[in-house]
């Protein structure tokens, strides 16, 4: 087993156990509830194909891509949003949208090692790129944004 899909299946599941919906985050306005609904819906969405791949990526792509090759942390980037701005939650609270975590990780790995992503976005992703820009993602908001872990 790769170490990404080490943290994403096993470590991920371990550092929910440690939120609570009054965490405070450390940056951003995100409430845990919000911040665990965007790594579902971010999970899913980056990993179905969504489109066809252009002739050239864009330059915003072979960017991003070149970042998650590198393996660099995600830095938070401030805005002018306030908490209030946010979308209501989806789910009912905090456990529910837990417990989406699991179905959108396997998602992933419901994909052949061979296999191509895509979407307009991201770009094209190879399953390897794909994993680790996951693991990366979920580092960034458990444990840099929300401090799980780190005892």
């Known amino acids: 087993m790769s170490k990404h899909k080490e943290y994403l299946l096993r470590r991920v599941p371990d550092l929910l156990k440690e939120l609570r919906p009054d965490t405070r985050p450390t940056f951003g306005i995100m409430s845990p509830q919000h911040m665990v609904e965007h790594l579902v819906w971010v999970t899913k969405s980056s990993v179905k194909t969504s489109g066809t791949p252009p002739s050239e990526p864009t330059e915003g792509q072979l960017g991003f891509k070149r970042f998650v090759q590198k393996g660099a942390h995600f830095r938070y980037r401030g805005s002018d949003k306030k908490r209030e701005d946010l979308d ?60 799980l872990g780190l005892d």
């Open 88 to 147: 209501p939650p989806r789910m009912a609270d905090l456990s529910e949208a837990i417990a989406l975590i699991p179905e959108a990780i396997q998602r992933l790995y419901s994909f052949d090692e061979d296999h191509v992503f895509y979407n307009p976005m991201l770009g094209s992703f190879t399953f390897a790129e794909m994993e680790l820009f996951h693991r990366k993602h979920f580092e960034h908001h458990l444990q840099r944004q929300f401090g």
